[in-house]
């Protein structure tokens, strides 16, 4: 099934960019293994090399940083690893702040850099479920 027609709903709220990224590496690795979870993996390490999930939609990187955001993208697929789930695990801490700013993350001052990233994925995970729900 082409892409466009999977296209999960945090990126049908995301910019056109990250769309045709997911889409392109969607179709592409359907083409290589098959239509499945698989190319649904495939795709979002592609989107993840240029792009940072933000509440219930994605944002390209800060400064525009590519590269692996987590464990996992940095990784062949027989490594393994954890997931960030869309957060850029390598951005600043100060990057880091200010999307906890914007997603009204409470105690985000006293912080370390990995308390912010799991307040993030916390934050991500509820809004993309109000989301869904809308």
Known sequence: MPGRQELPSTLERSPEDAQRT????????VEQYGEGERAHRVAYGAL??????VGDHWERKEGG?????????????????RSGEGVDENASKEHLYDI????GVDGRSRMSKAELLDAIRKANRSRTRAARSR
């Open 22 to 29: 997911w889409i392109a590496a969607h179709d592409s690795a």
């Open 48 to 53: 993840k090399h240029t792009f940072e999930k």
């Open 65 to 81: 940083r590519k590269g692996p955001s987590d464990p996992r993208s940095a990784r062949p697929r027989q490594q393994g690893g």
């Open 100 to 103: 906890a700013k914007r997603l």
